[in-house]
T-cell receptor
Framework: AQSVSQHNHHVILSEAASLELGCNYS??????LFWYVQYPGQHLQLLLK??????LVKGIKGFEAEFIKSKFSFNLRKPSVQWSDTAEYFC???????????FGTGTRLKVLA | EAQVTQNPRYLITVTGKKLTVTCSQN?????MSWYRQDPGLGLRQIYY???????DKGDVPEGYKVSRKEKRNFPLILESPSPNQTSLYFC?????????????FGSGTQLSVL
């Protein structure tokens, strides 16, 4: 079955701590991968995306993600979080050859000042 | 300004009273889609549209209808709302999902069905 899994549902960190959020997908074909962020009371915004090429992609606000094909993973990282990073983060996969776009269940990040 | 506009932002209604949530985009996008967001379940796709007059079911279409008569508009219709449709709804659009471009999201509609 096609799915996107995010294993961390809630994460609490102190400012300056490092962040890594896990994302795994299940699909037999090629995927495009995305991380979206939803700040409190706002709509989802694109953080970064991977289509092809260098598996390490950099996004806005110091975030980066690494695509590891053998592990079907696309983990999000940030070396030093800030209070303003408090938000919900969604991993998503666009299934090439279809019109399907699947989201994970989201990870709520709370950064303590 | 490029945007996806949803209305209303908040809606409280009663069981069985038909309602429509509007969605409009000004980017000439081909692809439009509706999602519902529920705690612990993430975003689940309700319906999507690849172009005018072309729509298809997503993962949770029961109880919903859509239409795409114009490229810019993609309304979500609940003919007979029920309490289990209480949720946060998002409309999204993309130039062409065939190339899996990023999605642009509306601000959301918080629906409560009593």
């Amino acid at each position: 079955a096609q799915s996107v899994s995010q294993h961390n549902h809630h994460v609490i960190l102190s400012e300056a701590a490092s962040l890594e959020l896990g994302c795994n997908y299940s699909y037999g074909g090629t995927v495009n991968l995305f991380w979206y962020v939803q700040y409190p009371g706002q709509h989802l915004q694109l953080l970064l995306k991977y289509f092809s090429g260098d598996p390490l992609v950099k996004g806005i606000k110091g975030f980066e993600a690494e695509f590891i094909k053998s592990k079907f993973s696309f983990n999000l990282r940030k070396p030093s979080v800030q209070w303003s990073d408090t938000a919900e983060y969604f991993c998503a996969a666009g299934l090439k050859g279809t019109y399907k776009y699947i989201f994970g269940t989201g990870t709520r990040l709370k950064v303590l000042a | 300004e490029a945007q996806v506009t949803q209305n209303p932002r908040y809606l409280i209604t009663v069981t069985g009273k038909k309602l429509t949530v509007t969605c409009s985009q000004n980017m000439n996008h081909e692809y439009m889609s509706w999602y519902r967001q529920d705690p612990g379940l993430g975003l689940r796709q309700i319906y999507y549209s690849m172009n005018v007059e072309v729509t298809d079911k997503g993962d949770v279409p029961e109880g919903y209808k859509v239409s795409r008569k114009e490229k810019r508009n993609f309304p979500l219709i609940l003919e007979s709302p029920s309490p289990n449709q209480t949720s946060l709804y998002f409309c999204a659009s993309s130039f062409s999902i065939a190339t899996n471009e990023k999605l642009f999201f509306g601000s959301g509609t918080q629906l409560s069905v009593l």
